[in-house]
């Protein structure tokens, strides 16, 4: 691995560097290879065509995938044309799905289009993928495409580190792009009726309430099965409130197991150590 202070001087635009970069690149381990295509997609930047063709042709598997999905390239230009019909056929599999990127004008029906391995590489090339649109499709294919599928489809959204997908309430920075109130609201409306394996990843990783302050719909919380529920109120209490101001004020419609739960987080730990003794 490189240090930083030479991956910057290696990745800056101007002319020298680049040719540096290509000149070094013949002699950079398999990791730094990778650490260099993985800070382009860090930076949000797009190398240049001359190192992702040297790159495509990496005798690394792991070099490629990051190469095919680095940039997206028109087969209207005769040199990424190219260098697209090299990933594309790619001996691969994890290669050829990398190159799959999402487009403004994909539908969720499109994903039925699109190999397991094609939808995870989507969402992972795509900082901002639509929350709403793998919502719809996951109503739309329950029960037509296999739930393991669905379920990994779902924990890609949710977990993938390679988009800047990082789900953490305290990290509003980092989520404000694809954490829209549309988004947030189509996915946890699936969590009363989507099959078990993908309701999980959404309720203990997705995000308790927007950028813009908006929580849990109150009806989601209403149908929510007591043990997810439990799971919820046993996350990290920040962004918590409107779940647990609708858990108090209607507490007649919940279990006694959640009720204690929601009481015991309101209050003070010593009391409830006291109470329990």
């Known amino acids: 691995m490189m240090h930083q202070d030479q991956l910057a001087m290696l ?8 040719r540096m970069l290509l000149t070094a690149w013949e002699s950079m381990s398999v990791e ?19 190192l992702l063709s040297r790159a495509s ?3 690394s598997e792991w070099v490629r995938a990051l190469a095919a999905g680095a940039r997206a390239l028109s087969p209207q230009n005769p040199v990424e044309a190219d260098l697209l019909e090299r990933q594309q056929s790619d001996p691969s599999p994890l290669v050829r799905a990398s190159v799959r990127r999402p487009s403004e004008w994909l539908v969720a029906a499109d994903l039925f289009d699109m190999t397991p391995l094609e939808r995870q590489a989507m969402v992972w090339n795509d900082p901002v993928v639509d929350g ?12 037509a495409v296999p739930v393991d599928e669905l379920a990994d489809l779902m924990r890609e959204y949710v977990l993938a580190k390679g988009t800047h997908r990082v789900f953490t309430e305290a990290d509003v920075a980092a989520r404000a792009p694809f954490c829209t109130a549309t988004a947030f609201s189509a996915i946890w409306q699936l969590v009363p009726h989507a099959p078990l394996r993908v309701i999980l990843p959404i309720v203990r990783y997705f995000p308790v309430s927007t950028c813009e302050g908006d929580s ?7 149908q929510m099965a007591p043990e997810h529920l439990i799971m919820l109120l046993g996350r990290a209490p920040a962004g918590l409130a409107g779940v647990l101001d609708h ?3 209607h507490r007649a419609r919940f279990p ?3 009720t204690r739960r929601v009481e015991a987080m309101t209050v003070p730990p010593i ?3 006291i109470q329990r003794a």
Do not use: H
């Open 11 to 18: 990745m800056c635009e101007s002319p020298f560097s680049q």
């Open 32 to 50: 730094s290879r990778a650490q260099v295509l993985q800070a382009y997609r860090d930076q949000q930047g797009e190398p240049s065509l001359a």
């Open 57 to 59: 042709n990496d005798t």
């Open 132 to 143: 709403a649109l793998i919502a719809e499709f996951i109503e739309i294919a329950d029960g």
């Open 216 to 222: 849990i719909p109150t009806q989601v919380l209403d």
């Open 247 to 249: 858990l108090r004020r």
């Open 256 to 258: 006694d197991a959640v």
């Open 271 to 273: 009391i409830a150590a």
